[in-house]
């Protein structure tokens, strides 16, 4: 069974990794992440920043894979936290004892505690130890977590198992029924460090710890500080067993013979909850599973009223074949004599036996009349047969349209939960030789794209219109060719006022990096974002403005690819050329419903998943879908691979 949460010895290894990096850092906000209960940390430091994910009774981490959710107004713990804690410098990050509990010391004594223990929480704590807010509240008999009371610790775990002495850990061991659940439950050893330990000294799971021995429990301590040792280095693993992953480790899990190594812990443990939630959010959706009962139950009442229409047939056949004795069997029945097959006479029915069927008459009907009505009941049956077949069907329709969007929330919740790379806060395209395209998408970005990734050799770009985003084509030694500058110019094109104007076309020039400065001429002023540009422009004429934005995946889960079509169609699914409309920027259903069209049925909710605000940030403005067609498909990932870093 895969592993739930991260373990005391995950907490130990991430919290020394992190150590160093986060004390002295800033909060510079909290945000609550899409998809996930806790809290999103995000610390700067000069020259750095990180995303903390701390989920209770789960994790904390690195992560590249969650977002902050769109909340208007920050309500709850996310509040409190920002009131008290932005801003502030951690003074201290530590593990609680040697347990699953690690506590953030800000200025000034206010701190937070995040709690990985089951029913754990996060609580934001006054200066004085009162807690100002909390994900959930808990009464327990040891203690009780809510606002405005004391924060107390939860019982003390005890000491670190991995520094026991080999008779220590023999003592505390036997207690166990077998060798690993004394470790575990005697020693408190974590599980998987346990059966690592076990699997490297060449014993049996099994034993009884007081069969073990005292050397067995020598090679098991040495494996221990090996272990913990390992822990220490920063590096992750993923094991996998039966093709899925089953536990991300900070030393590598040898008794495993599929694992995947990472250079990071936090990329480890961000891929592996990230695989493990996704499995967990298989389970069906309700409005799926009523709709498959309502087909079930559908289907079963039409066989049923077929059945009885059948029955009924046969039974009218039954009577015509035996017709003039059972007319004169019914007379004599209604007489109150009991002849031929007639069994019994009871209030207003007469029961017959005819050839082993059971018959019922109606009183004052002869064979005709029952022979009638038996057939104008089987045509009953037949009509309401043909109804619930016809609620089977629409059943049906409403059952594929359902789980389209219930694959699409699934969708939704990966395409959210998935890796970000670095240039994807900025406009960005790829050009058809593999070189990035940076767009700054304000002001404050305009001059970030260029002071921090404009080098001499690099390509400035900008559409010769005023309002329009400072365009960077990194090079990288490479001499970019006219696909690429033609590319490139897209952007430039598309994100320009030249959009919102309802512009055909425009034309846009570049420059080398040499020539752009922010130093204006003596006497001169720059606006903030504002460029200054030295020497010869180079002019791309009749640039058209149009984007064209694809469907990818990336790890699985689908994302949103903008710019020249040569990319473009390279590696979505399907993709739409757009240009300037009426249709608002805040309608993403329209080019999700387009790629969805071309798309088929198995893929459609890919499409119908893709994030409204992800389609929605990539959109100029008011737009207008052209065509939609389907791309190559190919894999995307390590061309943005190739740019993760600079």
Sequence with gaps: MARKSMSVLDVYAWVSLWRDKLEGAR?????????????LLKFKWAGGQALIVAEPGVRIHLTSRLTPSHEVVPKGVVAVARRHLRGRRLQELRQVGFDK??????????????ELLPRGVIAVVSPEGKILATTS??????????????????????ENPFTYTPE???EESSRGKDLVRGLVVGAKVPGEAAEEAIYRCGLDLSIKPSEAGLEAFRCIAAKLREILDEASRGRGYVAFKGGEPVEADPFKP?????????DSLDQAIDDYFH???????????????KLRRSMEEAKARAESYRKEAERLRKLAEVVAARYQEVDEALRRAWRGVVWGPVREVKGKWALLEINGEIVRAERGEDAGRLILRLYREAGEMEAKARRAEEAWREAEEKLKAALIRSVARRVAAAARSRRRFWFERYHWTITSNGLLVIGGRDASQNESVVKRYLTVNDIFMHADIHGAPAVVLKVRGKAPGPEDLRDAAVIAAAYSKAWKAGAGSVSVYWVRG????????SGEYLAKGAIMVYGKRNYIHGVEVALWLGLALLEEAPMVIVGGESFVSRYSLAYVKLVPGDLPQSNSEAVKEALARVLDEERKPLAMGLPEEEVSFRLPGKYRILWARRGRAGSVEEVLQSWSSL
Excluded: C
């Excluded at 040898?254 to 990472?262: A, G, K, L, N």
């Excluded at 040499?514 to 001429?521: A, C, E, L």
């Design 27 to 39: 909060l510079d906000n909290v945000y609550r992440p899409s998809g996930v209960e806790g809290l």
């Design 101 to 114: 509990i690690v506590e953030l010391v800000f200025s000034e004594g206010y701190r937070m505690l995040v």
């Design 137 to 158: 509240t808990l009464t327990a008999k040891d203690r009780v977590v809510r606002p405005g009371v004391e924060y107390k610790l939860p019982p003390w775990r005890g």
């Design 168 to 170: 220590k850990l023999a």
């Design 254 to 262: 040898t008794r495993f013979s599929v694992v995947r190594e990472y």
């Design 275 to 289: 695989a493990v939630r996704g499995r967990a959010e298989g389970v069906e959706d309700p409005e799926v599973a």
């Design 514 to 521: 040499d020539q752009v400065s922010f130093t204006p001429p």
